[in-house]
């Protein structure tokens, strides 16, 4: 060999174990950071209409337990400061006949045939109006959209993270 000829060392052809677990890791995130960008994907009115019925559903359930477990606590007469503020929130006196009165009223809302479509319908025809004007949602409504986008954001991100990976072993194969 002569002097000035490059030697080359058989090793310096192949990377490192690090360097290639640092690609993936680095793939990985990067899809994971794309993908959030799923957030930013327009909700749609019968996702909204699901979702918002779906949480008033699960909060006029929530409600019936709450007045259920102040039957209870009538029925021992030991009713606690919790469930006195729930009943006078509800405009409900601690009678008995009263608060299943009122549990069935809640019910209904959610479970009737033609209150359920009424308040699908109420929900569809203001989906416009909530989305240009968030103002005027109720909290319901207002949950329901930031939950769809959350939902978006992490599905995006756990399908960008699985495709930045999958994309970064495809690659390093050789």
Known sequence: MSVNSPQIDPNMLYLSPSASKKRKV??????GLLGMTAYYLPVTKDEFVSKAFKITKNEANSQIASLAQAVKEIEK?????????????MGV?????????KCMEIDKKVSDPDS?????KF???NFKNFKKNPHLMDNNCADAFKSIKWNKFKWGMGIGAALGLAFSLMSSRD
């Open 93 to 101: 006196n601690p009678n008995i006949t009263e608060i299943t009165n």
């Open 123 to 125: 929900f569809n025809d």
């Open 26 to 31: 680095g793939a990985t995130i990067f899809g």
């Open 116 to 120: 359920v479509k009424s308040l699908k």
């Open 77 to 89: 007469n030991s009713l606690s400061s919790e469930s006195k503020m729930t009943l006078q929130e």
